[in-house]
Nanobody
């Protein structure tokens, strides 16, 4: 059974930083996408950053240069380092992993089969 558990969310002032973690267990695919998505109140869930099994990364334009996605295969953990946070980054953040078949955009939630429960990030001005 695949489980993804996020942690690291919280409240921070604008220009601050947070690092989100996603502990992955039961995941046996060797080829995959893993990604971070977010959903603000009243808005649709959007892709923030993705990373493939061979290390390629993709970022939403709104976070390029500020957020960095990475993974530690030894620890089975996905990270999202968020710097220079803005109030508009406030949202519930979810990590996700693809299933056996994947392809297309790493920022498209339709390419992901497994999801965590989310961790809240609140940025105050």
């Amino acid at each position: 059974q695949v489980q993804l558990v996020e942690s690291g969310g919280g409240s921070v002032q604008a220009a601050g930083s947070l690092r989100l973690s996603c502990a992955v267990s039961g995941y046996t695919y060797t080829g995959y996408y893993m990604g971070w998505f977010r959903q603000a109140p009243g808005k649709e869930r959007e892709g923030v950053a993705g990373i493939s099994s061979n290390g390629f990364t993709r970022y939403a334009d709104s976070v390029k240069g500020r957020f960095t996605i990475s993974k530690d295969n030894a620890k089975n953990t996905l990270y999202l380092q968020m710097n220079s946070l803005k109030p508009e980054d406030t949202a519930m953040y979810y990590c996700a992993a693809s299933g056996g078949l994947y392809g297309g955009s790493m920022l498209d939630q339709r390419n992901y089969a497994y999801w965590g429960q989310g961790t809240q990030v609140t940025v105050s001005s």
